[in-house]
């Protein structure tokens, strides 16, 4: 004999105007989800032929009062400990969907399956007993929901056979989970009184709750929404592995949100690289027209060999993640040690993994408690905010923009041990890893801008060789020391000589040399100076990851002076060299040079004069909020 | 983040009076009603296949990307040929890793001449590996779970040969209520033994890959799909099928095993549309026809946490 309930209606699978919803029934271990699933099983017509007799035999023989749980207990396990261990997934249908159960473990032991249950759902029904009321794993899975991004949720009141049916009790139990929901950002859809025994308010309001005119549990669960994928959000294509099985370089990977088609411009992030797809390909048909939305399992192939791996994120240009080594985030915690600060984590997010360390924590709480006392550690089935720096840098939403890349899983010796959503992403505020302490100027940056009267700024003055960028930087310092600011010239040749001595003209060294430039100027323009840049930077991706690096202090010049005026200058006699063959990659005969599309402000020094471009600088950096306006200083002065 | 229920007045959810609860359920906002409703604009463009195709996919793709050696397993039956056809799709045409068939020597005929036409057709790399004699199992399982345990062993064995971290198979929830309890990723003891009550926890698709060294995983691509499912797909990606499955004198097999163990059901079904019309209707579970389901109210179970598939 097997006490089974397998798929017993099976669903509509193709061409359906039959939406499927899929459930999760939670709450307090005892408080009744396996006699409901049973009941709604009857109601709904769902059980196969002779399984109900057969139960209540089995029930005879045992010497046991038939129970509506029994139909759940397919474990002989189970029936030993009297407890649901685990998610089973049951199917039935109300009036208008296709209900997919799943009925997860209400014992606090088991919370993970609860988790790794109602995690698969769309909605959820929390189930108090009325004669309990409410109780710590009531609060704590509704707590989860919230965390799950579970917003749909029917709350059932059980038991109320056990209570007389009274409307009183009912309405004290509605008022204290409608506040502990509301608190969280849950509204439920339903509070149901029900007898799940007896069936009352299950598929019928029986008159024993004649007081109550809302709809039933069938009614309630025939009113859920499906999931719908995100194709409405931006574009955000984690990388699973690039496929190179045959000519093509197949970057493979699951839409999570958005869509993409071929011809599309994309960047992959983190580091910030820029592509077209050239195709979409597929099997047996490719490659694929049109436009792939989300949900979809793709492979692509981009139009230039870029160093690509699994854990990047493709995105359209212009609405990428950020990019981050720190991230704050709302987590559960699931391991038997508590979660502190200090702890080495792995993160995933997305099909990225990363290790990293727990660097703060706070609201540490016990979610079924009545009290909030706060905790420095997150206990086993405890939830809190923290703050994760990251070994590397990675690309990430914050929860709000993004439900698919704003969440994350931590994992602790190969295991899952946690998860949560991303409140913040800090691209500002780069890694600091435990073992370093930062020590920050004793100087704070109004002290600075008021003797300088400026804010800190990165100037970036990018164009050919011999466009006339150092001759302007030169300028520029001279100018902006005169009115007494702080400017500093970075040159990158000066700095080829020091810093950079280690670097060549590969594409990954120029890379670098940009990087630690940007890194450098940023540092000086958080304290107060201005950075002045001089440095060809012929890649586009490099200075956008300059302009990431300095964020909001980044000032683009592009010195755009006609190629052969530069040639015809020719100060360090480069351009000869080259067109001799002496220069390999020499950025203007052998090197493109790809000249921005944003700058703050484009300079033909073949047109103007040296004092005049300059002063265009200053214009500019006044406009920008970096320079302080003389008439207003004067006017704050009198 | 607010902790404490605050105090505030309180609408009472239930009283639901001037329309019907549904009425006003049905016009509750967006916002209200559903877990990811402000950014709805069309209905989506993927139906139900679809979304199983993509899923399935998805998770070969993980597996792949995270063990260090797969194998496939190949049982020949309608869902083992489906989980084939999503690998080719998953990696553009070709199954990357090994498809083995733990063969008992007691399949149909018709089994093995599929295997051995497919088998070539679509590029496997095809292991076939053998099963220990009857007396190496446990002489406590009834007949035919013990007869089932054989391929278990047949399956232990061929591990330790190849010493595969992942094994790649062809479950269902909906088949039978242990499997319903089974993770994506599925870790195993050491002696292939599953322990439900210590499953790691799984979510939003992120999965547990690391077996401990000795160990390994299963890895279930189709494990929320249905019987209906199935054969949906088969049919709309012309996969081709044993005609087995197919009502010949009034009977078809519904679920393929050991030919000695195995038995049709009453069924006039004579192709996928049939059956998937008679699915609509019966109430007979997937694998009535399996005796070894049926022996005793553990069996299966006990031959799950042993290792069975």
């Known amino acids: 004999m097997n006490m089974i309930v397998t798929n017993p209606v099976s669903t509509t699978p193709n061409g359906t105007t039959r939406p499927q919803v899929r459930i999760v029934i939670v709450g307090h271990v005892d408080h009744g989800k ?9 109601e709904t017509g769902s059980l196969p032929e002779g399984k109900l007799e057969m139960l209540k035999a089995v029930s005879a023989r045992r010497g046991m009062p038939f129970e509506w749980s029994f139909l759940l207990d397919a474990l002989q396990t189970e029936r030993d400990q009297g407890i649901t261990i685990d998610t089973t997934q049951i199917r039935f249908r109300t009036g208008s969907r296709d209900i997919v159960l799943i009925d997860a473990p209400g014992h606090a032991e088991f919370l993970r399956n609860m988790i790794t249950g109602a995690s698969q759902a769309d909605g959820a029904v929390l189930i108090i007993d009325a004669l309990e009321g409410v109780r710590d794993q009531t609060r704590r899975h509704g707590y989860l929901l919230h965390l799950l991004g579970i917003k749909q949720v029917a709350v059932v009141v059980n038991k109320m056979d056990r209570v007389e049916f009274s409307r009183a009790r009912f309405d004290e139990i509605s008022a204290e989970i409608s506040s502990h929901l509301t608190g969280l950002g849950v509204t439920p859809s339903a509070i149901i009184p029900i007898s799940a025994r007896d069936g009352d308010g299950v598929a019928v309001c029986t008159p024993r709750i004649g007081w109550y005119d809302g709809p039933t549990v069938v009614e309630a669960l025939d009113a859920l929404e499906p999931a719908w994928p995100l194709e409405a959000l931006a574009l955000r294509l984690p990388v699973q592995a690039i496929y190179k099985f045959d000519d093509r370089r197949i970057v493979a990977g699951r839409i999570e949100s958005g869509h993409l088609a071929a011809g599309d411009e994309i960047v992959i992030m983190p580091a910030g690289k820029i592509a077209k797809i050239r195709t979409v390909e597929s099997w047996p048909v490719t490659p694929l027209a049109g436009k792939h939305g989300a949900g979809r399992s793709v492979g692509i192939t981009l139009d230039r060999e870029l160093f690509i791996e699994r854990g990047d994120i493709v995105a359209h240009a212009g609405q990428s993640p950020r990019d981050t080594r720190r991230l704050r985030a709302r987590i559960f915690w699931l391991h038997e040690k508590p979660l502190a600060r200090g702890d080495r984590i792995l993160v995933r997010l997305g099909t990225r993994e990363a290790r990293a360390s727990v660097v703060a924590i706070e609201k540490a709480i016990d979610p079924g408690a009545l009290s909030n006392a706060e905790n420095s550690a997150i206990a086993r089935n405890h939830v809190g905010e923290i703050d994760i720096s990251l070994a590397q840098p990675i690309a990430a939403d914050a929860y709000a923009d993004n439900p698919r890349t704003g969440r994350l899983v931590i994992e602790v010796n190969g295991r899952i041990a946690g998860g949560g959503l991303v409140l913040s992403v800090d691209a500002g505020q780069r890694a600091v890893p435990v073992d370093i302490v930062p020590v920050e100027s004793a100087l704070r940056p109004d002290e600075r801008s008021a003797r300088y009267r400026h804010n800190g700024a990165v100037v970036w003055l990018t164009g050919l060789p011999a466009s006339g960028k150092s001759t302007l930087a030169r300028a520029l310092e001279r100018r902006l020391f005169s009115r007494g600011g702080s400017p500093i010239l970075l040159d990158g040749d000066t700095l080829r000589a020091g810093l950079n001595g280690d670097l060549g003209f590969s594409a990954e060294d120029r890379a670098e040399n940009i990087r630690r430039l940007a890194e450098m100027a940023a540092h000086l323009a958080r304290n107060g100076h201005i950075a002045i840049v001089a440095a060809v930077s012929p890649s586009r991706e490099d200075r956008a990851a300059a302009r990431r690096i300095a964020d909001r202090l980044f000032r683009e010049v592009y010195v755009a002076t006609p190629a052969e005026i530069c040639e015809q200058r020719d100060p360090k006699g480069h351009y000869a060299k080259a067109r001799a063959g002496a220069l390999a990659s020499f950025t203007g005969i052998n090197n493109e040079y790809q000249p921005p599309l944003q700058s703050e402000l484009t300079l033909d020094t073949s047109a103007r004069s040296v004092a005049d471009a300059t002063e265009a600088i200053e214009g500019m950096l006044g406009k920008t909020g970096v320079l302080f306006d003389e008439l207003v200083d004067l006017a704050a002065n009198i | 983040m607010e902790f404490s229920p605050p105090n505030a007045e309180l609408d009472a959810m239930h009283v639901l009076t001037t329309q019907t609860a549904k009425d006003r359920l049905r016009e509750a906002p967006l ?131 190849h010493g595969f971290d992942g094994l790649i198979a062809g479950i269902r929830r909906d088949e039978e209520a242990t499997r319903a309890k089974e993770r994506v990723f599925s870790p195993r003891g050491l002696e292939g033994g599953w322990d439900v009550r210590d499953q790691p926890p799984e979510f939003w698709d992120h999965f547990n890959a690391s077996p401990p060294p000795g160990a390994h995983l299963r890895i279930h691509p189709i494990l929320h799909w249905t019987e209906a499912d199935i054969w949906a797909y088969t049919r709309r990606e012309n996969i081709p099928i044993i005609p087995l499955y197919l009502a010949k004198d009034g009977k078809r097999y519904r679920s393929l095993g050991d030919a000695d163990i195995t038995f049709p059901v009453t069924s006039h079904a004579a192709n996928i549309d049939e059956i998937l019309a008679e699915l609509e209707q019966t109430k007979v579970p997937e694998r009535a026809g399996r005796a070894l389901d049926h022996e005793t109210e553990d069996a299966f179970e006990r031959l799950r946490v042993a290792g069975y598939l």
């Not at chain 2, 397993?73 to 090994?98: Q, T």
């Not at chain 2, 292991?127 to 345990?149: G, H």
Request: aromatic share 10%; net charge positive; charged share 25%.
């Open chain 2, 31 to 161: 916002f209200q009603a559903s877990s990811v409703p402000q950014i709805l604009s069309d209905p989506p463009s993927m139906d139900h296949l679809d979304a199983l195709e993509a899923q399935s996919i998805y998770i070969l793709r993980e597996a792949f990307a995270r063990l260090k050696k797969l194998a496939l397993l190949w049982s020949l039956g309608k869902d083992s040929n489906v989980m084939i056809w999503l690998a080719r799709k998953a990696f553009f045409g070709r199954v990357p890793f090994p498809a083995m068939h733990v063969d008992t020597g007691k399949k149909f005929p018709e089994m093995y001449a599929f295997r051995d036409t497919y088998g070539k057709e679509w590029g496997l790399d095809l292991r076939i590996e053998p099963c220990p004699p009857i007396d190496a199992v446990d002489p406590t399982l009834p007949p035919a779970a013990r007869s089932a345990a054989r391929k278990t062993e047949g399956l232990k064995m061929a591990l330790a040969k």
């Open chain 1, 34 to 42: 396996s006699t409901l699933v049973g009941r709604l099983l009857h």
